[in-house]
């Protein structure tokens, strides 16, 4: 008996952001995968597929986003449902990767969180992980499966040519992230800094701008970064760079988590914009926030998705930048 091999792509949600899947189910041509999901009494998640997948090639997505355990919790357990469904291949894919600022010891004693998150996925049935803009590269080392590393670097580099005229120097927060700014000043054709900051190791999200390093006076400044949390650290960037003469400051994020007091924080910031993208839900006193603009990530993400379905290569459709 001779059985033509085929190939059948499943596409499923999380509850945390499913207006981004539905987005790229559209892009794709497919539709999204039923899921019965509910919560016991005790906090309990139970995650089942509604319809068969056996044989299947399965995506799962799902952002997360707070209650951030909460829907990592049901991502993992909708894997392990599936594999134990039968399905033939299983990729998680988190826009937004949990705990990927836990990449490394800063302090003795510290766990290495971003390490544990992808142990967790391998041990769920992952058979491939994909996510956007990593808060470090090293996080793909962290897991013995493939980690395909999408970027919105294309996405925002297309908005901000349209939006930016005149001299520009692209700035890193910090002196980690240069790598990113510089990749973003080769496509805009601009300058590089960067922001000399201390943080606290005994304190969470509370950091200090002392100094900028770079050509900035007269020049529409551009801060760079995968995310913006508190919004301290731009904040207080955005105020050095205004004063050592920046002529406008922008923001570029890819992850707007924008937990509080974020958004009162950029609302009285000198920042003319902030750009991020749809990897997060917002909170609610985001949605009237006149200065944030946000670009959707799903054309990246279907594209992405499409090539590991049938097995082409992934790094050519952003020439080589995701990484």
């Known amino acids: 008996m001779e059985v033509v091999g085929r190939k059948r792509l499943m596409l499923f949600s999380g509850s945390a952001n499913q207006p981004l899947a539905e987005e790229v189910a559209d892009l794709m041509g497919v539709r999204l995968g039923g899921l019965q999901r509910s919560v016991f009494a005790n906090g309990e998640i139970y995650v089942r597929p509604t319809e068969s997948v056996r044989g ?25 449902a599936l ?32 390490r544990m998150v992808g142990d967790l996925f391998l041990a769920a049935g992952a058979d491939r992980l994909v996510s956007v803009d990593l808060h470090t590269g090293q996080i793909q080392g962290f897991v013995s499966k493939p980690f395909d590393h999408l970027t919105a670097l294309p996405i925002f580099v297309e908005y901000l040519q349209d939006v930016i005229e005149g001299p520009t120097t692209i700035v890193s927060p910090d002196a980690g992230g240069v790598k990113r700014a510089e990749k973003y000043a080769r496509h805009l054709n601009a300058y590089v800094a960067f922001v000399h900051k201390r943080r606290e190791a005994e304190e969470l999200n509370v950091s200090a701008a002392l100094t900028v390093i770079g050509k900035v006076s007269g020049r529409h400044a551009i801060i760079v970064d995968d995310m913006i949390d508190t919004a301290g650290t731009v904040a ?52 009237s926030f006149d200065k944030l603009e946000v670009l959707s990530v799903a054309p990246i993400v279907a594209e992405a998705l499409q090539a590991i379905f049938i097995d082409s290569s992934v790094s050519e459709i952003f020439l080589g930048e995701n990484v």
């Open 56 to 80: 299947a090639d399965c995506f799962v997505m799902q952002s997360h986003s707070h209650p951030i355990n909460f829907h990592i919790m049901e991502h993992l357990i909708t894997i392990d």
């Open 83 to 114: 594999h134990r469904a039968s399905a033939k291949r299983i990729t998680a894919v988190m826009p937004y990767y949990g705990y990927s600022r836990a990449d490394k010891k800063v302090s003795p004693r510290e766990a290495i969180s971003a």
């Open 236 to 287: 207080n960037a955005a105020e050095l760079l205004r004063a050592k003469g920046a002529e406008s400051v922008r923001v570029v994020a890819t992850h707007g988590v924008l937990s509080p007091p974020a958004v009162d924080r950029l609302k009285n910031a000198p920042i003319e914009e902030i750009v991020v993208t749809n990897t997060l839900p917002f909170p609610e006193d985001a949605e």
